[in-house]
């Protein structure tokens, strides 16, 4: 059973950082992407960043050049490193993987990032 928890949102002012982690169990297939998404109030959940099983990334615009995603397999940990934090950056961010074997993809319980101006 695929399970992930998010970790290390809270409140911080703008031009702070911040790291997220997020600890995933239950894939047992190395050929999957991982990434954090965020939905702030009203509008729709977006990708900030996903890493590919290969190790490519891809970052949206709004967060290329202050965030950074990374992976420690050994420790089964997904990384979301914020810096530069602007008041754009609240929401809730979540941490999900897309199994390619099974076709569809799993997700946090998301983490609460706000960021005072």
Known sequence: QVR????GGGLVQAGGSLRLSCAYSGITTS????GW???APGKQRELVA????NG????AD??????TISKDN???????QMNSLKPEDTAVYYCSTYIYSGGRDYWGQGTQVTVSS
């Open 37 to 39: 998404y965020r939905q």
């Open 62 to 67: 709004s967060v290329k050049g202050r965030f």
């Open 4 to 7: 992930l928890v998010e970790s």
């Open 74 to 80: 050994a420790k089964n940990t997904l990384y979301l």
């Open 31 to 34: 050929i999957n992407a991982m």
């Open 56 to 59: 490519n990334t891809r970052y």
């Open 50 to 53: 996903r890493v590919m099983y």
